[in-house]
């Protein structure tokens, strides 16, 4: 199988990992970044550089928005799949995936919102979930000097702002502000207490903590969270059930380093999994798969923004 693969710029050991993945799992990828103006006039592009007779998939990973400006000429193309990776779509960026799919129904969504694909799978359309990944030059594992242990905290409710400034024995806190560079926070820390808005929460910055090696305290997340993610707790993260046990349980690793950096190795250990090369085998499965004809469904045509 040969995939053309078309995205907006990214750093290049992150696309580079991402597509050997790919191409270890389907055999042949093309993977072309392009600039805006080529983004913004995607016919030329294809009708001056891309012969469609040479590959079976074509993956887009352009904003929703995008696709729906360009739809008039997308539709037109085979076997399309459509790529969103750490992207939460906005309101008004759904809006433009269901518009997307009403006018090419046959149209695949691949994404790692997983809350997202499966509306999708219930109104019948081809979706398919992958984990989310991240980048490993901005979030990798840093040798911490042994000394007082370090807590950040994120906490968008306010839950935990009584304990702003304090300490517990050798445990220093402090809680991240909006805009922080949480790359740059997670290095230099021991413990993330992750304390989100929702039960369903996205994963994203717990994996980003782990891979920082700092392990989490969190809430359980659930069932669904826990077999999805493979969350284990007192091995790959801590659940806790309140504030107040959150800090107690931080305060006993504090007293017990070793007990501290056994969880924490364990948890580096069990987030390779979401490293962009497997991300990227993953997603050759989710290519693989025969996609819809548009030979199968009505045509929409779309005038003046009214499709008929």
């Known amino acids: 199988m040969k995939v053309l693969w078309l995205s907006k710029e990214q750093p290049v050991s992150y696309a580079s990992r991402l597509h050997t993945g790919l191409r270890q799992r389907i055999g042949t990828c093309e993977a072309l970044s392009l600039s805006i103006e080529q983004q913004q006039n995607l016919e030329d592009f294809f009708t001056r550089f891309v012969r469609l007779s040479q590959y079976d998939r074509i993956l887009l990973e352009f904003p929703q928005s995008?696709?729906?400006?360009?739809?008039?000429f997308l539709r037109?193309?085979?076997?399309?799949s459509v790529l969103s990776l750490g992207e939460r779509y906005s309101a008004?960026?759904?809006?433009?995936?269901?518009?997307n799919l009403s006018v090419m129904p046959w149209m695949r969504f691949i994404g790692d919102d997983c809350r997202l694909?499966?509306?999708?799978?219930?109104?019948?359309?081809?979706?398919?979930?992958?984990?989310?990944t991240f980048n490993p030059d901005h979030y990798w594992l840093h040798r911490k000097l042994r000394g007082q242990?370090?807590?950040?905290?994120?906490?968008p409710n306010n839950e935990?702002?009584?304990?702003?400034?304090?300490?517990?024995?050798?445990?220093?806190?402090?809680?991240?502000?909006?805009?922080?560079?949480?790359?740059?926070?997670?290095?230099?820390?021991?413990?993330?207490?992750?304390?989100?808005?929702?039960?369903?929460?996205?994963?994203?910055?717990?994996?980003?903590?782990?891979?920082?090696?700092?392990?989490?305290?969190?809430?359980?997340?659930g069932v669904k969270m826990r077999v999805r993610y493979r969350w284990r707790d007192h091995e790959n993260c801590i659940?806790?059930?309140?504030?107040?046990s959150a800090f107690e349980t931080a305060a006993i690793l504090s007293d017990h380093p070793h007990m501290l950096h056994e969880l924490a190795k364990k948890s580096h250990e069990d987030v390779q999994r979401f490293f962009p090369q497997p991300i990227g085998f993953m997603l050759g499965g989710a290519l693989e798969p025969k996609i819809r004809l548009s030979e199968d469904y009505p045509k929409k045509i779309r005038i003046f923004g009214f499709e008929f």
């Open 149 to 155: 242990t370090q807590c950040v905290i994120f906490d």
């Open 76 to 80: 037109r193309l085979p076997h399309l």
């Open 92 to 99: 008004k960026e759904k809006r433009y995936l269901r518009k």
């Open 239 to 244: 659940f806790a059930n309140d504030p107040h």
């Open 117 to 132: 694909v499966k509306a999708l799978v219930e109104k019948g359309y081809d979706a398919y979930w992958i984990y989310p």
């Open 160 to 221: 935990l702002k009584s304990f702003h400034r304090r300490q517990i024995g050798a445990f220093q806190l402090r809680f991240l502000k909006p805009n922080e560079d949480l790359a740059g926070i997670l290095r230099a820390e021991d413990l993330f207490i992750y304390w989100p808005k929702t039960p369903e929460r996205t994963p994203l910055p717990m994996i980003q903590a782990m891979a920082c090696g700092a392990l989490v305290i969190t809430p359980d997340p």
């Open 66 to 72: 995008l696709i729906y400006q360009q739809s008039h």
